[in-house]
């Protein structure tokens, strides 16, 4: 999801996790997407998700431009027209990070949360938020906390712009299983937070620009694989369950893909040793 992700490799690097689209979704999609694109002079217009819901599924796509985190959303129900998903306010995130109900496929759906008073202390009482800002702060948080990509694949140049690193031409084969290789894509990144030893060892500063997640809490919360003879790698999210990403270094390929319910596993700190 941090690159455009090509639908043609949902059938093919995918489907190893048990992840996949249907020919007429993957058809329909490559064509609606594509004028939407046009229509809207999106430079990048790509799949990122199919976000599940009771009465009908969400299919999620992300737009960007040359600030690769400037990002635009869209939804459709019907794999043909694409809404743009709303802003969502730091207080919309507050009530967002406490729904955990699945999705039920009508964007105007309104989820109340009750507030009780405290005392010395007044609270708002039935606070509430659309399916379609839900949406849209769930989608954001997943970027936050799983969007990830491999180590080396960008770069910032002198004015430090976040580019793509044309000399990536992916990691060996013999790194592809170590978690240190896998890096969250997501602004932030505090150099200070390493050690002395760490920046000693191996950080290279013109790629090292992001934070691996390999310090990600609680330890476990990744799961890495490899698959065709050790030619791919695989990581999936227990802290979001349906995200999955994939990696091969022949030909140099990666991308990330959600496909689930969204809902944030609550419980994942009793799930790990």
């Given at each position: 999801m941090?690159?455009?992700?090509?639908?043609?490799?949902?059938?093919?690097?995918?489907?190893?996790?048990?992840?996949?689209l249907?020919?007429?979704?993957?058809?329909?999609?490559?064509?609606?997407?594509?004028?939407?694109?046009?229509?809207?002079?999106?430079?990048?217009?790509?799949?990122?998700?199919?976000i599940?819901?009771?009465?009908?599924?969400?299919?999620?796509?992300?737009?960007?431009?040359s600030?690769?985190?400037?990002?635009?959303?869209?939804?459709?129900?019907d794999?043909t027209?694409?809404?743009?998903?709303?802003?969502?306010?730091?207080?919309?995130?507050?009530?967002?990070?406490?729904?955990n109900?699945?999705?039920?496929?009508?964007?105007?759906?309104?989820?109340?949360?009750?507030?009780?008073?405290?005392?010395?202390?007044?609270?708002?009482?039935?606070?509430?938020?659309n399916?379609?800002?839900?949406?849209?702060g769930v989608?954001?948080?997943?970027?936050?906390?799983?969007?990830?990509?491999?180590r080396?694949a960008?770069?910032?140049?002198g004015?430090?712009?976040?580019?793509?690193?044309?000399?990536f031409?992916?990691?060996?084969?013999?790194?592809?299983?170590e978690?240190?290789?896998?890096?969250?894509?997501?602004?932030?990144?505090?150099?200070?937070k390493?050690?002395v030893?760490e920046?000693?060892?191996?950080?290279?500063?013109?790629?090292?620009?992001?934070?691996?997640?390999?310090?990600?809490?609680p330890?476990?919360?990744?799961t890495i694989?490899?698959?065709?003879?050790?030619?791919?790698?695989?990581?999936?999210?227990?802290?979001?369950?349906?995200?999955?990403f994939?990696?091969?270094?022949?030909p140099?390929?990666?991308?990330g893909?959600?496909?689930g319910?969204?809902?944030?596993?609550?419980?994942i700190?009793?799930m790990?040793?």
């Amino acid at each position: 999801m941090a690159v455009p992700l090509d639908i043609a490799d949902i059938p093919v690097h995918f489907s190893l996790a048990g992840v996949t689209l249907n020919a007429q979704e993957r058809a329909v999609m490559q064509t609606s997407l594509r004028v939407k694109a046009e229509a809207e002079k999106l430079e990048h217009l790509s799949f990122w998700g199919k976000i599940l819901g009771i009465q009908k599924d969400y299919m999620i796509a992300q737009a960007s431009g040359s600030n690769l985190f400037d990002r635009k959303f869209f939804y459709s129900v019907d794999l043909t027209n694409w809404l743009q998903l709303p802003e969502v306010t730091p207080e919309d995130m507050l009530m967002i990070e406490k729904i955990n109900k699945k999705f039920t496929g009508d964007p105007s759906f309104e989820y109340t949360l009750v507030t009780e008073e405290t005392e010395g202390e007044e609270k708002a009482k039935g606070q509430s938020v659309n399916e379609e800002k839900r949406l849209s702060g769930v989608i954001q948080l997943m970027n936050y906390e799983v969007q990830i990509v491999p180590r080396g694949a960008y770069y910032r140049d002198g004015s430090l712009t976040l580019q793509l690193n044309p000399m990536f031409k992916g990691l060996q084969q013999s790194e592809l299983g170590e978690l240190t290789n896998y890096c969250h894509f997501r602004e932030g990144f505090n150099i200070n937070k390493k050690t002395v030893l760490e920046r000693a060892t191996n950080f290279d500063e013109t790629i090292d620009i992001f934070d691996s997640v390999s310090g990600d809490e609680p330890r476990g919360v990744w799961t890495i694989q490899a698959e065709r003879a050790g030619s791919v790698a695989l990581l999936r999210s227990l802290l979001w369950p349906g995200y999955v990403f994939f990696h091969t270094p022949a030909p140099a390929k990666w991308g990330g893909m959600y496909y689930g319910w969204g809902l944030k596993n609550q419980n994942i700190g009793f799930m790990l040793p």
